[in-house]
């Protein structure tokens, strides 16, 4: 039998000794849920009104722009869409008006954005990239 035949356990002369495992790969979590299933979640006072999937980003509207049940509700989509496509990578546009909560280049808005509505009635924005609520973003600085 040949040195290397008679350290490996299990070896049969003219049989080469087993390969070395290598270390077990991690493990990388997949999405399990579909984002659109998220929406189903009760989010009230929120309430969709707009989803730009491709983009990721839900417009809702609020009547009350208060934060805390915002931010309620952030972290309940936010805990949903970790089991979607979506996690770490979508964002919410919080309105006071379902009739302007759309792209401030959305020409259906135009006039409210010159005018200063569509400003106003965007109250809030959070980012799941940078996991922020920011207060009124469309206001100057």
């Known amino acids: 039998m ?3 035949c008679v350290a490996a356990a299990g070896c049969v002369q003219g049989t080469p000794p087993p390969p070395e ?3 077990a790969a991690p493990v990388v979590a997949e999405a399990t849920t579909a984002a659109r299933s998220c929406l189903r979640l009760d ?18 509207v609020a009547a009350d722009a208060a934060e805390t049940p915002i931010a309620a509700r952030v972290r309940d989509l ?13 964002s919410l546009s919080v ?27 965007y109250v809030a924005e959070y980012s799941a990239t940078t996991k922020q609520l920011t207060r ?3 206001a100057p600085p």
């Open 2 to 4: 040949g040195a290397a």
């Open 21 to 23: 495992q290598s270390p």
């Open 43 to 60: 989010l009230a006072p929120l309430k969709v009104v707009r989803v730009d999937e491709p983009q990721r980003r839900l417009f809702v």
């Open 78 to 90: 936010d805990s949903c869409f970790e089991l979607t496509d979506w996690a770490g990578r979508w």
């Open 95 to 121: 309105f006071t008006d379902a009739a302007l909560a759309r792209y401030k280049d959305d020409d259906q808005v135009a006039e409210a954005v010159k005018d200063g509505r569509w400003a106003r009635a």
């Open 136 to 138: 009124n973003p469309a």
